[in-house]
């Protein structure tokens, strides 16, 4: 027997079926082994005189003893070995063993993942290392995490990809489940608020992943948390831990949760809409989870957190934290930044720089927030002077300026914009500037002496005003004598020479 070899147990269940007449299909049948499997132990069995009806089965000892040795299948070479130098030096950079299958894959590698693992594991071999469980006390801690849910319908019947937010306390082990679409920042404060409000206090501390909503700077010796979360620790007075990076072992309570949800209120139920989930998970949280014994502390999570751990929490603020999100964005040339696809205005002199930017609810601390992507904010103060001028150049308001001058520019302005062709707004603009250089009594006296001489424009006025002229005395109109009149009309005078010359 060269092939699959069976365990004793199985050996002599099936020389006790052999003995008791039954055939080899039904042994294999009821024994859920291979039919040519049966018949070669049958063989076997034969030639040992095993068959025999009466006496004893052999004992464990005496089988193994008659059973044949086996020379050990050949051991193939692992489709990955030709690229062991590479799979050492990824080994001693860390790299994970699913990145290096993906770089394998790229030079052309066309084994499978297990194969690459395999050799690592020769390669590097792994001993397991011990573990010392930590028990916290009533209140003391909170873990919480993310975990992807599968498709759920959102409100407009869309399906979309959700996400679990698990967050369990560490020593009674009751646990808040929220089903969300995302693991934005808003989101993850939001999470916290309603996990806080669900228990009706705030533990000591929060033990936390380092995903980006909450850590900027996954570093263990000194991680930097992200301003909003720093804003909202400080309001409900609890502290934060981020795990150490790459060990979610450090938090295995909410992560073996994680799993919990899935396997226990996920599993089986099938398509789901968004609100139904986060209303059943509701209620399941506080029935079948909450009433289980669990399987750590042989106790009913929530039982043993409405009599001993709730009492323990931190009371909660007297209002529920106004979310603030934080982003760092460059201010552009336009004298905005640009956030979530809309646009506010900061001090033109800080042009270039990179600038915090905290948003509530309602407003970004000097601005009202945009209600959709695309509107733009804008603070005067905050743009250059001399470039306000232009974003105030239009039609009524430079028609407002000009009667604020007087009626004569007002009249010249009319005019200009008149033009059944041309756009003349540049010209009027530059036109009332010259109150700026020449003073408003010099301009109206200006528009005053072009509209005499019937020229309106824009350089004739700016050349009133260069040479002076306003000041020079209005023309004293002149009066023509009449034009000339013959008596005798032209064909009366030339009349005759008119016939010779039509004769000849």
């Not at 200009?416 to 500037?433: E, K, V």
């Amino acid at each position: 027997m060269t092939q699959r070899r069976l365990s004793y147990m199985d050996t002599r269940e099936i020389l006790r079926r052999l003995r008791e007449k039954h055939s080899d299909r039904q042994i294999a049948r009821d024994m859920k082994i291979n039919r040519r499997t049966v018949q070669r132990y049958h063989e076997w069995a034969k030639a040992e005189g095993l068959l025999a009806a009466g006496g004893e089965l052999p004992d464990h000892a005496q089988l193994a003893a008659r059973l044949p040795v086996e020379n050990p299948p050949a051991q193939n070479q692992s489709s990955a070995e030709g690229y062991r130098q590479e799979i050492e030096a990824w080994l001693k950079q860390k790299v994970r063993v699913s990145a290096m299958y993906a770089r394998l894959k790229e030079r052309g590698y066309g084994g499978s993942y297990s194969s690459v693992l395999r050799l690592t594991r020769r390669i590097d071999p792994k001993t397991p290392e011990a573990v010392v469980r930590v028990e916290t006390e009533p209140g003391e801690e909170l873990q919480v995490d993310f975990g992807y849910a599968g498709l759920m319908r959102d409100a407009e019947g869309n399906l979309r990809k959700t996400w679990l937010f698990v967050a369990t306390l560490s020593w009674s082990r009751h646990a808040y489940v929220e089903f969300v679409t995302d693991q934005s920042i808003g989101t993850w404060l939001n999470c916290h608020c309603h996990t806080l409000e669900y228990f009706g206090g705030v533990p000591g501390r929060i033990v936390i992943d380092n995903l980006k909503a909450g850590i900027t700077r996954a570093v263990w010796d000194d991680p930097q948390l992200q301003m909003a979360y720093r804003e909202c620790a400080e309001h409900y007075g609890f502290l934060v831990q981020p795990c150490r990076p790459y060990t979610p072992q450090h938090k295995g309570k909410v992560e073996r949760g994680v799993d919990y949800v899935k396997g226990n209120f996920l599993g089986g139920r099938g398509e789901m809409n968004l609100a139904q989930a986060n209303r059943e998970v509701r209620e399941w949280c506080l029935g079948a989870a909450g009433s289980r014994i669990h399987g750590t502390t042989k106790e009913q999570p929530l039982e043993c957190f409405t009599q001993v751990e709730q009492i323990r929490l931190k009371p909660l603020p007297v209002s529920a934290y106004d979310q603030a999100l934080w982003k760092k964005n460059k201010l552009h040339r336009d004298c905005h930044v640009v956030f979530e696809g809309s646009y506010y205005s900061a001090p033109f002199r800080l042009i270039g720089q990179r600038l915090w930017i905290c948003a509530g609810t309602c407003q970004l601390r000097t601005h009202e927030r945009a209600g959709r992507p695309g509107e733009r904010h804008t603070h005067r103060n905050h743009l250059p002077p001399e470039k306000i001028p232009g974003l105030e150049r239009t039609r009524p308001a430079l028609l407002e300026q000009a009667h604020r001058v007087g009626n004569a520019t007002q009249q010249v302005v009319e005019l200009l914009f008149a033009d059944p062709a041309l756009d003349r707004l540049h010209q009027a603009g530059r036109l009332l500037r010259l109150q700026e250089k020449h003073s408003a009594a010099r301009l109206e006296a200006a528009c005053q002496r072009a509209l005499t001489f019937g020229d309106p424009s824009y350089m004739t006025v700016k050349r009133i005003l260069t040479q002076r002229l306003e000041q020079e005395p209005a023309p004293i109109p002149v009066e023509l004598p009449p034009a000339l009149v013959f008596v005798r009309q032209p064909n009366e005078l030339v009349g005759d020479l008119a016939e010779v010359t039509s004769w000849n």
